[in-house]
């Protein structure tokens, strides 16, 4: 008997043992389900216990079905800890998350290093005018430290830097949010709202500030083409803020109109472009920077197309959730974009200084 009965306590512990190890495994892979307690003396309740996962595109809320070629790894509405530290996770935002914060980084360490080649206005005793190699304007990739040599020590003009700077300003803005508009936008719809704005100014910023580098240094000694070309597109770019408010343009339907906005803004820079190019077309330092400028104008086309066609993730969908996707190209691209207007800001800064008016 008392064998018998120690063999059937084993078998009632095994049993319940082997019920856990079934219980347990159904709740890691289904980690929203609803856990059932039960009471003494009271009636049986049920409490709603979420926990975190990623799901697929179906099961998202309105506000963030973006694209419907990806279909699976999304966050949605979680807590804002956790959210916040989904940065070191894997879902179909991290890459997105990571391409522009990257670059934000990478501008930041431009900008120190540019900040060490061009003196500031109190070192203007000593500064050391930078100009162009007259022998490198053919060369498109020509390596950053080859661009200047010290030629001239004793004129010790200098140009305002706030166009220089303003261009970084934007670019490193708009890389930040739309890192962390990718990052934050799962937690809920009125986070959502917030990002979405912030990042769209984030782009317009981008754009609007690329061209003050360009208009300011190049037309430095004609200031009223300077000042009509800087107000216009300063305008355009509010404009653009402005129209980036309104909440019907965060629907998918008007992601081609969003696209267009910002392609006809960056646009309007070929009139001063076209501009330097008849007036100094002869000069191998308007050569080198229109060479740059079209680097960028190119990067950002490709990856506005391939932003609104949503390739190559249309093509397939659910093979390109992860890596690959249309978004995540996009952003390579406008990171290539930004970089290749940071060495044409750099050419314009030293052309000037090197010759002032």
Not at 13 to 19: E, F, T, V, W
Not at 97 to 124: D, E, K, Q
Not at 282 to 291: D, G, K, W, Y
């Amino acid at each position: 008997m008392c064998f018998e009965a120690s063999t059937m306590a084993c078998n009632a512990r095994l049993q319940s043992s082997s019920s856990f190890s079934t219980d347990a495994m159904q709740f890691l892979i289904s980690p929203r389900e609803t856990k059932t307690v039960s009471y003494e003396n009271e009636e049986t309740r049920s409490i709603k216990e979420p926990t975190l996962g990623l799901v697929d595109y179906d099961s998202l809320p309105e506000f963030l079905k973006h694209n419907e070629f990806i279909l699976n790894y999304y966050r949605s509405e979680w807590p804002l800890k956790e959210t916040i530290l989904s940065l070191f996770s894997i879902h179909n935002e991290t890459l997105n998350i990571w391409t522009h914060l990257i670059g934000f980084f990478i501008f930041v360490i431009l900008t120190g290093y540019a900040a060490s080649i061009f003196p500031s206005a109190r070192n203007s005793n000593n500064y050391s005018t930078l100009q162009l190699r007259s022998g490198n304007s053919s060369n498109t990739f020509t390596s950053f430290p080859d661009l200047f040599i010290t030629v001239d020590l004793q004129r010790p003009q200098l140009f305002s830097r706030w166009p220089f700077y303003l261009y970084l300003a934007g670019a490193m803005f708009c890389l930040l949010m739309s890192s962390a508009c990718h990052l934050l936008s799962c937690h809920c719809s009125k986070t959502s709202y917030i990002m979405l704005r912030l990042d769209f100014a984030g782009i317009s910023g981008l754009i609007v500030s690329s061209f003050y580098p360009l208009v300011y240094y190049t037309f430095s000694c004609h200031p009223f083409f300077r000042n009509v070309y800087l107000c216009s597109i300063t305008a355009f770019g509010l404009a653009a803020v402005v129209v980036s408010l309104v909440p019907v343009f965060d629907s998918p339907q008007f992601r081609p109109v969003r696209a267009v906005l910002f392609a006809c803004m960056a646009a309007s820079g070929i009139i001063p472009i076209a501009h330097k190019m008849i007036t100094f077309g002869h000069r191998p330092e308007a050569v080198l920077t229109t060479q740059y400028e079209a680097m960028m104008a190119m990067s950002y086309g490709i990856g506005v197309l391939v932003y609104a066609m949503r390739v190559p993730e249309r093509w397939l969908p659910g093979k390109f959730d992860l890596a690959g996707h249309s978004h995540q190209l996009f952003h390579v691209l406008v990171v290539a974009g930004a970089y290749a207007h940071y060495l044409a800001s750099v050419v314009y800064l030293g052309w000037r200084e090197g010759e002032g008016c």
